[in-house]
Nanobody, 125 residues
Protein backbone atom coordinates (compact mmCIF):
# COMPACT_ATOMS: atom_id res chain seq x y z
CA UNK A 1 0.00 0.00 0.00
CA UNK A 2 1.41 3.35 -1.03
CA UNK A 3 -0.68 6.33 -0.01
CA UNK A 4 0.04 9.64 -1.63
CA UNK A 5 -1.39 12.89 -0.28
CA UNK A 6 -1.39 16.09 -2.29
CA UNK A 7 -3.17 19.38 -2.70
CA UNK A 8 -1.74 21.42 0.13
CA UNK A 9 -0.60 24.99 -0.22
CA UNK A 10 -0.81 28.53 1.05
CA UNK A 11 -4.28 30.00 1.37
CA UNK A 12 -5.76 33.09 2.97
CA UNK A 13 -8.18 32.82 5.90
CA UNK A 14 -11.62 32.03 4.61
CA UNK A 15 -10.24 30.27 1.57
CA UNK A 16 -10.56 26.69 0.38
CA UNK A 17 -8.35 23.79 -0.56
CA UNK A 18 -9.01 20.23 -1.63
CA UNK A 19 -6.63 17.52 -0.55
CA UNK A 20 -6.31 14.26 -2.44
CA UNK A 21 -5.23 10.82 -1.28
CA UNK A 22 -4.55 8.04 -3.74
CA UNK A 23 -3.36 4.48 -3.33
CA UNK A 24 -0.80 3.89 -6.02
CA UNK A 25 -0.50 0.20 -5.25
CA UNK A 26 -4.07 -1.06 -5.23
CA UNK A 27 -7.72 -0.29 -4.69
CA UNK A 28 -9.11 1.17 -1.48
CA UNK A 29 -11.71 -1.59 -1.29
CA UNK A 30 -11.99 -2.82 2.29
CA UNK A 31 -10.18 0.18 3.71
CA UNK A 32 -11.06 2.96 6.04
CA UNK A 33 -9.20 6.08 4.93
CA UNK A 34 -8.69 9.00 7.25
CA UNK A 35 -7.11 12.40 7.31
CA UNK A 36 -5.00 13.50 10.24
CA UNK A 37 -3.10 16.72 10.73
CA UNK A 38 -0.15 17.81 12.77
CA UNK A 39 0.06 21.52 13.62
CA UNK A 40 3.49 22.98 14.34
CA UNK A 41 4.72 21.82 17.73
CA UNK A 42 1.64 19.73 18.42
CA UNK A 43 0.60 16.12 18.24
CA UNK A 44 -1.07 14.55 15.26
CA UNK A 45 -4.86 14.82 15.45
CA UNK A 46 -7.83 13.25 13.72
CA UNK A 47 -9.64 15.26 11.07
CA UNK A 48 -12.00 12.96 9.16
CA UNK A 49 -12.54 9.36 8.10
CA UNK A 50 -14.45 7.47 5.44
CA UNK A 51 -15.19 3.80 5.11
CA UNK A 52 -14.66 2.88 1.48
CA UNK A 53 -17.47 0.33 1.40
CA UNK A 54 -20.66 2.21 2.03
CA UNK A 55 -19.11 5.63 2.36
CA UNK A 56 -19.83 6.19 6.07
CA UNK A 57 -17.95 9.21 7.36
CA UNK A 58 -16.95 10.98 10.53
CA UNK A 59 -15.45 14.42 11.10
CA UNK A 60 -13.74 15.97 14.09
CA UNK A 61 -15.83 18.57 15.88
CA UNK A 62 -13.26 21.25 15.04
CA UNK A 63 -13.89 20.87 11.30
CA UNK A 64 -17.57 19.90 11.12
CA UNK A 65 -19.44 22.14 8.75
CA UNK A 66 -16.20 23.31 7.10
CA UNK A 67 -14.42 20.15 5.94
CA UNK A 68 -15.90 17.24 4.03
CA UNK A 69 -14.32 13.88 3.34
CA UNK A 70 -15.47 12.01 0.26
CA UNK A 71 -14.41 9.32 -2.16
CA UNK A 72 -14.49 8.73 -5.89
CA UNK A 73 -14.79 5.01 -6.47
CA UNK A 74 -13.96 5.25 -10.15
CA UNK A 75 -10.78 7.21 -9.49
CA UNK A 76 -9.84 5.24 -6.37
CA UNK A 77 -9.32 8.55 -4.60
CA UNK A 78 -10.26 10.10 -1.27
CA UNK A 79 -10.72 13.84 -0.97
CA UNK A 80 -10.78 16.32 1.88
CA UNK A 81 -12.59 19.48 0.86
CA UNK A 82 -11.61 22.26 3.24
CA UNK A 83 -13.64 25.45 3.28
CA UNK A 84 -13.58 28.51 5.51
CA UNK A 85 -9.99 27.78 6.44
CA UNK A 86 -8.65 29.40 9.59
CA UNK A 87 -5.17 30.07 10.92
CA UNK A 88 -5.52 27.13 13.30
CA UNK A 89 -5.98 24.76 10.37
CA UNK A 90 -2.32 25.27 9.49
CA UNK A 91 -0.67 21.86 9.69
CA UNK A 92 0.84 19.00 7.77
CA UNK A 93 -2.05 16.85 6.62
CA UNK A 94 -1.67 13.09 6.31
CA UNK A 95 -3.90 10.43 4.85
CA UNK A 96 -3.91 7.07 6.58
CA UNK A 97 -5.43 3.69 5.82
CA UNK A 98 -6.45 0.55 7.60
CA UNK A 99 -8.28 -2.64 6.70
CA UNK A 100 -8.87 -3.81 10.26
CA UNK A 101 -10.07 -0.73 12.07
CA UNK A 102 -13.43 -0.44 13.81
CA UNK A 103 -15.42 2.77 13.89
CA UNK A 104 -14.73 3.48 17.55
CA UNK A 105 -11.00 3.60 16.71
CA UNK A 106 -11.15 5.83 13.65
CA UNK A 107 -9.65 8.77 15.51
CA UNK A 108 -6.67 6.90 16.91
CA UNK A 109 -3.38 7.22 15.04
CA UNK A 110 -2.22 3.81 16.28
CA UNK A 111 -5.13 2.18 14.45
CA UNK A 112 -3.61 2.84 11.04
CA UNK A 113 -0.92 0.76 9.39
CA UNK A 114 -0.48 2.87 6.28
CA UNK A 115 0.41 6.54 6.05
CA UNK A 116 1.03 8.95 3.23
CA UNK A 117 3.91 11.40 3.22
CA UNK A 118 1.94 14.47 4.28
CA UNK A 119 1.08 17.71 2.54
CA UNK A 120 1.54 21.16 4.07
CA UNK A 121 -1.45 23.46 4.48
CA UNK A 122 -0.68 27.00 5.55
CA UNK A 123 -3.44 29.49 6.27
CA UNK A 124 -2.04 32.98 6.37
CA UNK A 125 -2.86 36.47 5.19
Amino acid sequence: VQLQASGGGLVQPGGSLRLTCVNSARTFRGYTISWFRQPPGKEREFVAAIKWSGGNTDHADSVKGRFTISRDINKNTVYLQMNSLQHEDTAVYYCAGSTTIIRSSWARTESYAYWGQGTQVTVSS
